[in-house]
């Protein structure tokens, strides 16, 4: 089945600084990959997704790249601000039409400082 | 418009009993995944519904079962709780698998077994 690692698992920054979160998978099926943000004792949030006929995506300060040849995709935050401060998920999966199960990372504790 | 929404809150159970969480899924969601969120790591896929069918099933034993409703809600059922269950159950609901896949998560519900 498909594994998800990533890196690191806790990073620290200056407000205004960039942060980089990086995650490898598996299976070379899978074809969707996500990215969560958790508040200590909420919900996984969506914050980006990018698909695997696409190379980057941006929303404001967020940013997605995802190498397929590598196996590997990465989450970018630029002026980072203290409301940034949270657990940050990626997750893989393959979505076959009839099925599609998502396979989580670990997590990246971000603490962004003043 | 109504998220994603999850009961109970909280729930405290004694080993060896059994628990029923429930999961309303966002308006025009038709697809319902069941995750296990340990302390401190990334949620793990337990099984997904669509059409009142399980669609899918990752590593989790015959103690954990589910069910769809025909209005999409859905029930996870745990029997025989163990003490390693505890943790915050997350149900995610997603549009119709031909649509799309983006999954949307509920607030949880947290499981402490005693």
Do not use: M
Not at chain 1, 81 to 110: I, M, N, W
Not at chain 2, 32 to 59: C, K, M, T
Not at chain 2, 74 to 92: K, M
Request: a negative charge; glycine letters at 8%; hydrophobic letters at 30%.
């Amino acid at each position: 089945g498909e594994n998800v690692e990533q890196h690191p698992s806790t990073l620290s920054v200056q407000e205004g600084d960039s942060a980089v979160i990086k995650c490898t998978y598996s299976d070379s099926a899978s074809n969707y990959f996500p990215w969560y943000k958790q508040e200590l004792g909420k919900r996984p949030q969506l914050i980006i997704d990018i698909r695997s006929n696409v190379g980057e995506k941006k929303d404001q300060r967020i940013a997605v790249t995802l190498n397929k040849t590598a196996k590997h995709f990465s989450l970018h935050i630029t002026e980072t601000q203290p409301e940034d401060s949270a657990v940050y998920f990626c997750a893989a999966s393959e979505h076959t039409g009839t099925a599609s199960k998502l396979t989580f990372g670990t997590g990246t504790r971000l603490q962004v400082t003043l | 418009d109504a998220g994603v929404t999850q009961s109970p809150t909280h729930l405290i159970k004694t080993r060896g009993q059994q628990v029923t969480l429930r999961c309303s899924p966002k308006s025009g969601h038709d697809t319902v995944s069941w995750y296990q969120q340990a302390l401190g790591q990334g949620p793990q896929f337990i099984f997904q519904y669509y059409e009142e069918e399980e669609r899918q099933r990752g590593n989790f034993p015959d103690r954990f079962s589910g069910h769809q409703f025909p209005n999409y809600s859905s029930e996870l059922n745990v029997n025989a709780l163990l003490l390693g269950d505890s943790a915050l159950y997350l149900c995610a609901s997603s549009e119709p698998l031909a649509v799309g896949d983006t999954q949307y998560f509920g607030p949880g519900t947290r499981l402490t077994v005693l």
